[in-house]
């Protein structure tokens, strides 16, 4: 079993990378968007924020990102309202049970900033009801093998992390047995205190957990590995058979078996639902990722112009000292400067006095920001209908749902393979709960 574990743990760091990128996207996608380490004047690797903050500038963002993924789960939400896909039809009652609108529009979100959405379906007894449940899986706490499929069907092994108190490890795997769960009490104390693994469990640089960790004191780290085994038989005759099945193994942290069983239900396969975007060579590039660079480039002209308008001159009196009258100080001067109705004597001799005030926007910043959230709007391929910005072009309802429906268009990828999922899921659900073994 051991062997097995490493094998999760060898899959679970295999996607470190598309973690570590999540985690960057999400970054931007909820504001925190100066915190990229770059260079700074001396090759010194420092937060973007700091380098910004040391040069007398001020880290702002304009969060265009957020704004674009809201209005893109907002379609979502509006079309499937319109369709009855969570009311209508045989998947209401596993809608209703799972709260599926709300659950599948947070999965929609992760979905288009990190590239994955993850499901896991369980046929169990909650809130003293036996049902089909739905739940979506924190990424961090999942594995699968090394993929190439867009639809998953080279999947081999998947499974994810669970934490669990010790009342429900005992309750799942104590067999309702004392001596079991006092065996089980043991065995967690001891890996908790560092078991066979323990020298191998500092994790990746940067993740969120450990796998062999629990996050939370108190609690017990248990894997959950669904793999695809084979056995041969032989039927009769000369002729092999050879059978394929998804088997369940539940493991301690230190390769202890908890538990195993074979698929129990009729559709014989893992309980696990997995999509990842567009899986191109094994690569994972979502949607948000497309428009980071544009986001990086408003923001720093948003922190160059503001930085034009705090040093620009707005007002500033050129004064010649030979117009002083006599008995005037400067600051009379100043004072009556800033006075509607004030009156400055002056000798009237030489340059008079002038104000003096710059035009900002002859550097130029101010049309490359607009070329920038042009740009951000082609690339992301989200256009004013969608959201929801007002078009003076349009007239009519007939004129804005058609620029409705063209927008979309550039999203229809997104949306029928994600709506292939949430198909898969539910058919995949509804055979659990009518056709279990």
């Not at 065996?183 to 500092?202: I, K, N, Q």
Request: net charge neutral.
């Amino acid at each position: 079993m051991k062997e097995l574990l490493q094998g999760a743990y060898g899959a679970w760091s295999a996607l470190g990378g598309v973690r570590s990128a999540r985690r960057r996207y999400k970054r931007y996608t909820y504001g925190d968007q100066w915190s990229d380490y770059i260079p700074d004047s001396n090759g010194i690797m420092r937060r973007e924020e700091e380098i910004i903050t040391m040069s007398g500038k001020r880290p702002m963002t304009n969060n265009l990102i957020r704004q674009l993924v809201k209005s893109v789960v907002g379609r979502y939400r509006s079309v499937t309202t319109e369709d009855g896909t969570y009311t209508r039809g045989r998947a209401a009652d596993l809608s209703r049970a799972n709260s599926l609108a709300e659950l599948d529009s947070r999965l929609l979100e992760e979905f288009l900033i990190s590239g994955t959405a993850v499901q896991r379906l369980a046929d169990e007894t909650r809130f003293g009801v036996r049902d089909v449940w739905v739940d979506n899986v924190d990424f961090n706490r999942f594995f699968v093998n090394d993929f190439r499929d867009p639809r998953g069907w080279d999947i081999t092994m998947v499974g994810m992390l669970h934490d669990m108190p010790f009342p429900e490890v005992a309750r799942r795997f104590g067999a309702s047995s004392r001596a079991r769960a006092e065996a089980l009490r043991a065995l967690f104390a001891d890996v908790s205190r560092g078991g066979a693994f323990a020298p191998e469990t500092v994790g990746l640089p940067g993740a969120d957990i450990d796998f062999f960790t629990p996050v939370r004191h108190g609690y017990c780290r248990v894997v959950e590995i669904w793999t695809l085994d084979s056995s041969l038989g032989a039927p009769g005759g000369s002729k092999l058979d050879v059978t394929f099945r998804w088997h369940c193994r539940w493991l301690a942290p230190d390769g202890t078996l908890l538990g195993e069983y074979d698929s129990p239900w009729r559709h014989g396969q893992h309980p696990f639902m997995v999509k990842f975007y567009p899986l191109t060579d094994g690569e994972v590039h979502p949607f948000v990722e497309d428009v980071i660079d544009q986001q990086r480039a408003i923001n720093r002209l948003i922190v160059l112009i503001d930085r034009i308008l705090a040093t620009s001159a707005k007002g500033v009196l050129l004064f010649p000292t030979s117009q002083l009258a006599p008995g005037t100080s400067w600051q009379d001067v100043v004072n009556r400067w800033a006075q509607a109705d004030g009156v400055i004597p002056i000798t009237g001799r030489g340059e008079m006095p002038q104000q003096v005030m710059t035009n900002p926007s002859a550097s130029g910043a101010y049309q490359f920001l607009e070329l920038q959230m042009k740009l951000f709007d082609d690339i992301s391929g989200v256009g004013d209908a969608l959201l929801g910005r007002k078009d003076t072009s349009a007239r009519g309802v007939e004129m804005l749902e058609t620029r409705l429906r063209t927008a979309t268009i550039a999203l229809a990828d997104i949306f029928d393979t994600f709506t292939t999922f949430t198909a898969m899921r539910t058919a995949k659900a509804l055979d659990m709960k009518q056709f279990a073994k």
